[in-house]
Structures are given as structure tokens and as C-alpha cells.
């Protein structure tokens, strides 16, 4: 299982991935009610590291900007 650090921008006028060494900042452009930005953020990050999107868990930050994601080996 491999962790990544993450740091959400929500409302942003267009979709962006930046990856730094230490944590990924990702702007969205979905509204943080209701867990959409949430649900967004796993779908982008499906897309961007090629895995299903139920291997990607938020361990932490569910309602903060910063978030810890866990990603499940494809193996198991």
C-alpha cells in the first residue's frame, strides 16, 4: 500500500495535477459539499495513476484540504 500526500484546491476554474516531492496539489473544479470534491479527487487520481478508482482510500483530511490517500496494491 503506498501513501500520498495531498493538498486539494477546490472551486478552481479548471482541473490541474502538480507533483512535488513531498505532496501533489490538485485543483478541481467541483464545489467541496457533500463529498463531491472528495469523490472528484479519487476519480482524478484513478485517471492520473492508472488504478481503480476503489483501491484509492482517504485515510485522512476528509474535510480538510490536506488529505493522506492510500492506494491499494493492484495485486492485493
Known amino acids: ?3 500520498l500526500r495531498v493538498r486539494v484546491k477546490p472551486n478552481a476554474r479548471q482541473q ?11 485543483a478541481l473544479p467541483v464545489a467541496p459539499e457533500g463529498g ?3 469523490q472528484a479527487l479519487i476519480k482524478v487520481l ?4 492508472g488504478v481503480a478508482k476503489s483501491r ?3 485515510k485522512s483530511g476528509h474535510t480538510s484540504r490536506h488529505k493522506l490517500i492510500a492506494i491499494e496494491d493492484p495485486e492485493g
Not at 16 to 26: F, M, P, V
Not at 46 to 49: D, H, T
Open 36 to 38: 463531491k470534491a472528495n
Open 16 to 26: 490541474r495535477i502538480e507533483k512535488g516531492d513531498d505532496e501533489w496539489i490538485i
Open 1 to 3: 500500500m503506498a501513501i
Open 46 to 49: 484513478a485517471q492520473e495513476l
Open 56 to 58: 484509492i482510500h482517504i
